[in-house]
Structure formats: structure tokens, C-alpha cells
């Protein structure tokens, strides 16, 4: 089986190739710099990081926190790790603006979809705010979604999933840990448990209902390597049912990974 686990050649190469792809992507959009969401996890780091050594004092952070549902040591972390590294950030409390959105939608409130769309408001509201930045001063937004989220599905459309740029879209969430080791980014930052930070105590891989180390592995046995479920599982010492878990819900997430289609009446020459 092919080995998740990047040598440091391929790390340092990794690392370059982003950082070259964040500064090229802005000088061609003509854009004065980058703003991102900060969060206070390994993700968000590692984007942070590498867009400062693309683009120097041109990127900036939004620390957006919800009060009662985002964990108060993620907040200091990102404020932690912004200054150490000099990026301008600022800090915007989201609740004022998830109660506004409420008012006006009274049934938000009603209910297990109630919840969950509530939940992805707070994503929504997220991207809102960096695209508020960004076309206020003229910027390009940086998205921190990795490989395992984005053929998970695991991201909300038009939320933590609306971005300009994907810098470590190609690399899974094993190998950002990994990277992010590499780079020198806290262990703090790199070990704590992944949370969207969506409701007061979610964590990621208790959603998923397995380990991104789990995860990461049968995607690249049956999307990467082509092997069969029974294969993989076999391969992987996991049992059958984990496997055609993980292959459903990539199939099953297809649409977030697709713009929304045109319907043709007038053109069939798909322009």
C-alpha cells in the first residue's frame, strides 16, 4: 500500500509549492493580499502560515468565535499564533450576528434541522465577514479546507467551503498534522482534538465516527490506489462496514464538491 507519511524532501516541496501558489493566485488577481479565518486549529495554522511566507504583512485573520460554543483555549490560540507569526488579525464575536439572522427566522429555532442549520450559520456567517474584508480592501480569501474534508463533504456549502483558494486542498489531514510538525507550528495547535467549532462540544472525528488516521487510509486505498472495499478492509485490518461507511458518504457529498448546474434551454455547446 502506498505510504500516507510525506519524507521531509516531500514536506519542504509541499511547503514551497503552496506558498508559490498563494502568491501567484494573488498577483494574478491583481489582489493587495489574502485574508482567512483563523481558528485555532491545525488547518487554519498551517494556511496561516504559509500565506505569510507568500505574502508577507499583505494577509490577515479573522478570529470569529461564538460565545458559549467555541472552546475559549481556540481563541487564545489564535490570537497566540498570530502574533507570534505578525499577522494582523481582529477579533469578531459572532452571536449578535447568528441572534440577528434568528429574529428574522423564527423556525431556525425549531427542532434537530433547527439545530443543524444553526450550526452551519455560524460557517455561513464565517464566510460572510471574510468575504466582507476581502472585498472592502481589495483581498483574496484563503480557504483552509484539506484533502480528507473536501472528499468527506465534511464542510458546509457556501460556509467554511466558499473560498477563492484551497492551498492545502491536496493534502490530507494526516499529512497537514504532518506538515504543519514539520513547520514548527505548536504542538498546542497540531495535537488538540479537530472541531469545527459548530455546537459547544463538537469534535470532528466523534462525528465522523472514526479516526482521521482511519479515514485518511481507506480514502487513499480506494479513491487513490484503487482497491476494493473487502480489499481495503482486509488491507487495513477494518472492518467491512467502516469502509463502505466512508465510501458513501463520499459519494453520497458528490454535490458539495460540484457548482450548481445549469439547466440548458437555449445553448448545448456547455458555454
Known amino acids: 500500500m502506498g505510504d ?20 501567484s493566485f ?3 488577481a491583481g489582489a493587495a493580499g489574502a485574508v482567512m479565518g483563523l481558528s485555532g486549529g491545525v488547518d487554519s495554522a498551517l494556511v496561516a502560515y504559509l500565506g505569510k511566507e507568500a505574502l508577507g ?22 490570537i497566540s499564533f498570530a502574533e507570534e507569526q505578525g ?14 439572522v434568528e429574529e428574522g427566522y423564527p423556525d431556525m429555532m425549531e427542532g434537530e434541522k433547527g439545530f443543524l442549520a444553526r450550526a452551519n450559520l455560524c460557517a455561513r456567517l464565517r464566510m460572510v465577514y471574510n468575504y466582507a474584508v476581502a472585498n472592502t480592501e481589495g483581498l483574496i480569501v484563503l480557504g483552509t479546507g484539506n484533502r480528507t474534508e473536501l472528499m468527506l463533504g465534511y464542510f458546509t456549502k457556501y460556509g467554511d467551503g466558499g473560498a477563492d483558494i484551497l492551498p ?19 504542538g498546542c495547535i497540531v495535537e488538540k482534538p479537530p472541531s469545527a467549532g459548530l455546537w459547544q462540544g463538537q469534535t470532528d472525528e466523534e462525528e465522523l465516527g472514526e479516526s482521521y488516521e482511519n479515514i485518511d487510509r481507506v480514502l487513499h486505498c480506494v479513491f487513490d490506489l484503487g482497491y476494493r472495499v ?21 459519494r453520497s457529498n458528490e454535490h458539495k464538491r460540484r457548482p450548481p448546474p445549469v439547466v440548458r434551454v437555449l445553448s448545448n455547446n456547455g458555454i
Open 87 to 100: 499577522i494582523r488579525y481582529r477579533v469578531i464575536e459572532l452571536s449578535r450576528a447568528i441572534e440577528a
Open 168 to 186: 492545502i486542498g491536496d493534502l490530507y489531514k494526516t499529512q497537514v498534522r504532518q506538515l504543519a510538525c514539520h513547520l514548527g507550528i505548536p
Open 26 to 28: 494573488v498577483e494574478d
Open 230 to 250: 473487502d480489499q481495503t478492509a482486509e488491507e487495513l485490518g477494518l472492518d467491512r462496514s467502516v469502509v463502505e461507511g466512508i465510501c458513501h458518504r463520499v
Open 4 to 23: 500516507l507519511v510525506l519524507s521531509e524532501r516531500e514536506l519542504e516541496r509541499c511547503a514551497e509549492q503552496i506558498a508559490g501558489a498563494i502568491r
Open 57 to 78: 504583512e499583505d494577509i490577515q485573520a479573522l478570529i470569529m468565535p461564538r460565545k458559549g460554543v467555541t472552546r475559549e483555549e481556540d481563541v487564545a490560540h489564535a
